[in-house]
């Protein structure tokens, strides 16, 4: 035989049982859990403020986990990491069932969000290892598009379980998942090349963000832009909502719809993202997400506030995988797993910051200049990302060929 036989082409479809499956089945016990744990954290004896704090707790573990998670992934390679956060989280979630004290379900909450952290990083750093750039986009889009399919799913699932077996059976259902997760896991996935290069040996984190400062002043600034509009909208929506004589039901069906429209739109993008550019998607994205939330303020009636719902949707569906690709596009090779743990932490402060942008505002001036703000945040990441950023499918683009079929 001869010793120059090219590797098989990479295939989309080969991710499914390694990648998408765990992460829908991730995402699917993370959504039944979540609706459900400031109820639970009540039923088990909690202040309703303490309930609310229990769902912060997870945020900020996730947050503080981000770029240990990241040093972690560096020394034990991206399959035991997956496994470490899924046989974790498996404990965890058998702990919020068994051991129904507000005080001990704190650090359990601290706990998931920690798992959080570590699985997203190290399924990130794990398909930047394996998917060719040329291919990257519709890869991180279909990731995406699990965990959103997954999280829609996931408190249906957490419903009819509470219902019929008690509030804790989402816990169950949430460990059982993750059970299957980490199975699927330890029999499919396999060491990477990189690996092999990075595990045990481990970057210094401030060395890494000095080196590609310049990434993080950027993309990382349109990265954030996004992740802000994304959660602003889960609070200034309802609000407004509320503030024209809107019941719970209606704004739920907005929500409803809107979430509709986000999981339609993963896959196209995902075929942009590698055929045109990471911008042709990311830009839109931000464009629209920003129109929709300046549009927000002119929205007197359930229609308009329906529409400008659904325009923020499609931007939000167009950036479906962006920031995955942008790290992973400008992850370097070595120290990889610390720079993708300071993007998370990065998108994660968008997250958490977000509502508190809108919260801050409306106690100095309106909920209208909330919107008008965080749509302005949108329109100068929309910038950033146009003018300043490289544009890495670019910048990299493997020789001409006709790219593999999914």
Known sequence: MNGNVSPAPFRIRSL?????????????????????????AIEVGASPAFAGFLVALRGIGTMAFDIPAGMMVSRLGERWAMLAATAVLFLVAIGFALVPSPLILAPLAFLMGCTWAVWMLARLSYATDVAPLDQRGRVLSLIGGSNRIGNFAGPFLGAAGASLLGTDAAFYLQALLALAAAILIFAVVRETPADHGAAGAGHPVLGVLRQHAAVFATAGLASLAIQVLRSSRQAVIPLWGDRIGLDAAQVSVIFGLSSALDMTLFYPVGIVMDRWGRKFAGVPCLLFMSAGMLLVPLSESYLALLLASLLISFGNGLGSGINMTLGSDFSPAVGRGEFLGAWRLVTDLGTAGGPLLVSAIIGVSSLAAAAVATGGIGLAGAAVLAFLVPEPLRRHRPAAGPAPGA
């Open 16 to 40: 499914t049982v390694p990648v998408y499956l765990p992460t829908f089945l991730f995402a699917v016990g993370q959504g039944a859990v979540i609706p459900v744990m400031p109820l639970y």
